[in-house]
């Protein structure tokens, strides 16, 4: 059973970084085919997908973040992490890593991480 | 691709089914086309994929369907647990994108 889980600060303020890494267990990040994702949600509902990665492959995001997110991959950790670059409060939100994207559903979730851009 | 998702609340009886819809801004390739459930607190938790397809161990009081643009979730035999906001997902084209849940709640 694979298993994902997330880590990084909690609290952050504006134009900062936002760094957040995903850890996956029961599976290697770079066996098979599978694409490696970031979404978040600001609230219970509103679900966005950030980017993906592939451990072979160039990371894709999502246009809408404009540039401001890096996404990259750790095959020795089996780790995979997100940065986001000059945060406001409109990225509050709860940060999911999870394995899919890239014509695969997202089948595997890690717990979420809760995630505040306040001064 | 927009998903637009109906309708916004559902509020039934146990027992009883329910159909959720979900309907895309342009054909879609069916087989790129997912459900999910999420209950409060959690991680959303696929259930279908493939528009039809159940996930490992999701019962088969849970099915899929289309037509066109048009998708649908139903649920039958309605339990308490099945509350939970239920989002739609293309994964044809990118960017990926949810549609914005549907409450379904069980009273």
């Known amino acids: 059973q694979v298993q994902l889980v997330e880590s990084g600060p909690g609290l952050l303020k504006p134009s900062q970084t936002l760094s957040l890494t995903c850890t996956v267990s029961g599976g290697s990040i770079s066996s098979g085919d599978y694409y490696w994702s970031w979404i978040r949600q600001h609230s219970e509902k509103g679900l966005e997908w950030i980017g993906y990665i592939h451990y072979k492959e160039n990371p894709y995001n999502n246009p809408s973040l404009k540039g401001r997110i890096s996404i990259s991959v750790d095959t020795s950790r089996n780790q995979f992490s997100l940065n986001l670059l000059s945060v406001t409060a409109a990225d509050t939100a709860v940060y999911y890593c999870?394995?899919?994207?890239?014509?695969?559903?997202?089948?595997?979730w890690g717990q979420g991480a809760p995630v505040t851009v306040s001064s | 691709i927009v998903l637009m998702q109906s309708p916004a609340t559902l509020s039934l009886s146990p027992g009883e089914s329910a159909t959720l819809s979900c309907r895309a801004s342009q054909i879609i390739g069916s087989i790129y086309f997912a459900w999910y459930q999420q209950k409060p607190g959690q991680a959303p938790r696929v259930l279908i994929y493939g528009a039809s397809s159940r996930a490992t161990g999701i019962p088969d009081r849970f099915s899929g369907s289309w037509s066109g643009t048009n998708f649908a979730l139903t649920i039958n035999r309605l339990e308490p647990e099945d509350s939970a906001i239920y989002f739609c997902?293309?994964?044809?084209?990118?960017?990926?994108?949810f549609g914005q849940g549907t409450r379904l709640e069980i009273k």
């Open positions: 997902q293309q994964y044809a084209g990118s960017p990926e994108t």
């Open positions: 999870a394995r899919g994207g890239g014509h695969h559903h997202f089948d595997f």
